[in-house]
């Protein structure tokens, strides 16, 4: 049976449908495609104020090629060996790496010009920070220090840390708005990171066929009402329901044709029950109904309504089949002192009902 129809209605849209949480390779290019938007960004933006502070500096002509293909085709560069990689993430720790010692070797062409430099220390630690963590921002900050004292040593470039106006005006809006895009960019994985989270909640909760509650759950929901029952002097009633011969359903029709049956069974018990009653999908063709304040007799009256619905009601594509339900009714007594003991009342009265001929409702004697 297709257990998913639930969760598929009740799943976030994805930035790449191809990519999940569910294996290392996909989490890897999340974690790529996390980065690949800053870095593209930020590096372009980097452009102005880094050839602003070269044109001082007796740089040679290579490095003017460098800075352009730096900071335009490198970004996504980095992306398709993200991609093309057999451990993704392993990958773009090594292009953040990357990013690190380019910084530093700017840095140290640039002779250590304030602003820009202070730009792409902020663009490199911001980014390992919020990457990798303080470990990777340690790394960071080692090989941009490395990096830029080897280059200041091997191209002779003498430092000047004074910025012009120029650079001033070319420099500030990337300050100002890179901490932006990057707060921005963390602000939609949070969001979406909450959502996998109240989608996984669900999944914890709830049959993925139908969307009521699924087995595992819905007998914690069980135990909290008998106790609260028991404990406040209520009455309470507990069914069990069994579509009749649906294994026939199955080998007749297909499982198509059973799983409509399934949803079916439950939308009608959805629509004639109060939504205080909890319903949960016991097995695969079974269902279960805790009706906490109902007496046994209002329950029956219910379940009347149900099989009066299910009798004139026909599945598309199958007008011959009719579905019907078995059900066993037991309400909540004295006697009983554990959860247990109610359902083994239910179980037994569904048994009942199945023994007199299906299609019909039992009370637990």
């Not at 070797?105 to 792409?120: D, K, R």
């Not at 830029?148 to 470039?157: A, F, G, K, P």
């Not at 695969?284 to 009256?301: H, L, V, Y």
């Not at 009265?349 to 019909?360: H, I, N, Q, T, V």
């Amino acid at each position: 049976m297709n257990d998913n129809n639930f969760y598929k209605a009740e799943g976030h849209k994805e930035r790449n449908p191809a990519l999940s949480e569910d294996d290392p390779h996909s989490t890897g290019l999340l974690f790529a495609q996390r980065n690949r938007m800053p870095r593209a960004v930020g590096l372009a933006c980097l452009f102005l104020p880094l050839a602003g502070a070269l044109v001082s500096q007796p740089v040679a002509g290579i490095w003017w090629v460098i800075l352009v293909l730096w900071a335009f085709v490198w970004p996504h560069l980095a992306w398709q060996l993200a991609v093309r990689a057999s451990d993704p993430h392993a990958c773009e720790t090594f292009n953040l790496k990357t990013d690190a010692i380019m910084a530093g070797v700017w840095i140290g062409l640039m002779g250590a010009n304030m602003l820009p430099s202070l730009a792409l220390a902020m663009m490199v630690f911001i980014t390992t920070m919020g990457a990798g963590g303080p470990r990777l921002c340690l790394a960071g900050i080692v090989l941009t220090l490395l990096s830029c004292l080897v280059t200041l040593q091997l191209s002779e470039t003498a430092v000047n840390p004074a910025s012009s106006s120029l650079i001033l005006c070319l420099t500030v809006p990337v300050l100002l708005l890179y901490p932006l895009l990057f707060s921005w960019v963390s602000y939609r994985n949070v969001t979406r990171l909450e959502e996998h989270k109240r989608l996984l909640r669900v999944m914890s909760i709830r049959d993925g066929m139908t969307g009521v509650y699924n087995r595992r759950h819905w007998e914690i929901l069980l135990r909290e009402a008998f106790e609260n029952c028991r404990r406040q002097q209520r009455m309470a009633t507990l069914l069990l329901i069994d579509v009749d011969h649906f294994k026939t359903i199955n080998d007749t029709w297909g499982h198509d044709v059973g799983d409509e049956a399934i949803i079916a069974v439950t939308r009608h018990l959805q629509l004639t029950l109060r939504g205080s009653d909890i319903i949960g999908r016991f097995g695969g063709d079974e269902f279960a109904i805790i009706m906490c304040g109902t007496p046994p007799e209002n329950a029956i009256s219910a379940m009347s309504r149900v099989h009066d619905r299910l009798e004139t009601f026909r599945l598309p594509g199958t007008p011959q089949l009719t579905l019907r339900i078995s059900v066993g009714v037991a309400p909540l007594t004295g006697e009983m002192t554990h959860y247990r003991e109610w359902l083994k009342a239910a179980d037994l009265a569904l048994y009942k009902a199945k023994k007199a001929g299906r299609s019909r409702t039992e009370v637990a004697a």
